[in-house]
T-cell receptor, first 112, second 115 residues
Framework: AQTVTQSQPEMSVQEAETVTLSCTYD???????LFWYKQPPSRQMILVIR??????QNATENRFSVNFQKAAKSFSLKISDSQLGDAAMYFC?????????FGKGTRLHILP | GAVVSQHPSRVICKSGTSVKIECRSL??????MFWYRQFPKQSLMLMAT?????????EQGVEKDKFLINHASLTLSTLTVTSAHPEDSSFYIC???????????FGQGTRLTVV
């Protein structure tokens, strides 16, 4: 069965600095999709970034980028130039054919 | 992306009563919708997969008679919490998941409080 592990329950970063959130997963499939979702205090789930496993190039979305290491089954999220609005829970997720599996989440605090 | 509307956003009910939560896909025909439960400071736990025109598929440990799911059309799925108890108090979120190469689209969530 697929699993998603986020080993950092909480992290803090100074405003304008860079922070990296870790995620590892376990699967026997070769073709899959990975996501990072943000859940702010409103609790609305927001897609941050997506990565297709067959693509070697790391996905980027403005200040957000991933380090996708397929062999190591690692999918970390880097947030550059952190802003106060980035404070939220961040969930790493793995997409199977019929469901999405979420990690336990990392709560990110932004220090002014 | 798809727009998903979930209603109500908050509900308080008395113990023993039933509560219905609606999830609408406003611009996407969803043959499948998903219901999640989220406890405070925890991750999303998949409860069940709602299939249009057929019975829902429940995850292990989720009582199907307790959490009734109806998916009567391509745009609407409902979750009814029957005979609610305080331990059913939680945050419930629905989602529509598109083709395999797209992300999930989430409703705004429903905070249920059973008193």
């Amino acid at each position: 069965a697929q699993t998603v592990t986020q080993s950092q329950p909480e992290m803090s970063v100074q405003e304008a600095e860079t922070v990296t959130l870790s995620c590892t997963y376990d699967t026997s499939e070769s073709d899959y999709y990975l996501f990072w979702y943000k859940q702010p205090p409103s609790r609305q789930m927001i897609l941050v970034i997506r990565q297709e496993a067959y693509k070697q190039q790391n996905a980027t979305e403005n200040r957000f980028s991933v380090n996708f290491q397929k062999a190591a089954k690692s999918f970390s999220l880097k947030i550059s130039d952190s802003q106060l609005g980035d404070a939220a829970m961040y969930f790493c997720a793995y997409r199977t054919d019929d469901k999405i599996i979420f990690g336990k989440g990392t709560r990110l605090h932004i220090l002014p | 992306g798809a727009v998903v509307s979930q209603h109500p956003s908050r509900v308080i009910c008395k113990s023993g009563t039933s509560v219905k939560i609606e999830c609408r896909s406003l611009d996407f025909q969803a043959t499948t919708m998903f219901w999640y439960r989220q406890f405070p400071k925890q991750s999303l736990m998949l409860m069940a997969t709602s299939n249009e025109g057929s019975k829902a598929t429940y995850e292990q440990g989720v009582e199907k008679d307790k959490f009734l799911i109806n998916h009567a059309s391509l745009t609407l799925s409902t979750l009814t919490v029957t005979s609610a108890h305080p331990e059913d108090s939680s945050f419930y979120i629905c989602s529509v998941q598109g083709l395999r190469n797209t992300e999930a689209f989430f409703g705004q969530g429903t905070r249920l409080t059973v008193v």
